[in-house]
Structure formats: structure tokens, C-alpha cells
């Protein structure tokens, strides 16, 4: 026969391990949408340096085509997201030099919903990316 103390052994364990599956799972959530904030600034930073790197004079300069193809990237957890596009002319005549470099740089704050993640890994943290083009025209 089974006495009160060890009928309530499976509800405290179970108490237990559920704690712990929550904290993995809302942590492997808030990991997986920091990764898809870093995706989705790839790979609109990497459209708009394309742009800008085989843009053709058609009435648009080059800042304006990479700034077309970029678009608006959705975020996630990104906070303060800037773009900037450096060597990339806003005249509409001005065609770069071939082999010279396009940069592009994205600059954004991740700062998941946890509190818990603040101190023992770094957040809120600043991310910095930096692509690099050449004009191959």
C-alpha cells in the first residue's frame, strides 16, 4: 500500500522537471529569434550591397538602389537597428570606381524578453555587422 508521503513523489517531481523543460524551451525560443534577427540583417544587408555593387544608371543613384533593395527587414528582438552604406554615392550620375569597396553595416541591440539571460550572457548586447563589396563594373 502506498502512504500519502509517496503518493505526492510523482507530483513533486514532476514539479520539478517541468521547471526545467520551461526554462530550456523559453530559452531555446529567445535564442532562436536572436539568430533569426542576425538571418534576416544577412540577408537584407547582402540584397542591398548587391544592388549597390551592379547598379546600373537608370535614374536611381546607387544609395537609392541599395536602399530599394533592402527594404524593410522585420525584426524581432532588434532594437535601435541602424543601416548605413558607406562609398555608395547619392548622385545619380556617379558611377564607382571598378575593384573599390562597398561597405555596408548594420547596428542593432538585442535584447530578449528574459531577464533572466541579462548577466550571465552578455545582454542586452550591440551588434556590429560589417559586409564588404567590390563595384565589379
Partial sequence: MKTNIQKGQGLVEFAL???LMMFMIVGMVSLAMVLLDLHM???SANAAIHAAQIHVIDGNSCYSEAMTALG???FIL???VTFTISNCSGDVNALGVRGSPITATWTFIVNPPLPFFYNANGFPMTIHKHYTAFYSR
Fill in 41 to 43: 540583417s544577412d540577408v
Fill in 17 to 19: 522537471v517541468v521547471i
Fill in 78 to 80: 532588434a532594437e535601435n
Fill in 72 to 74: 524593410n527587414p522585420t
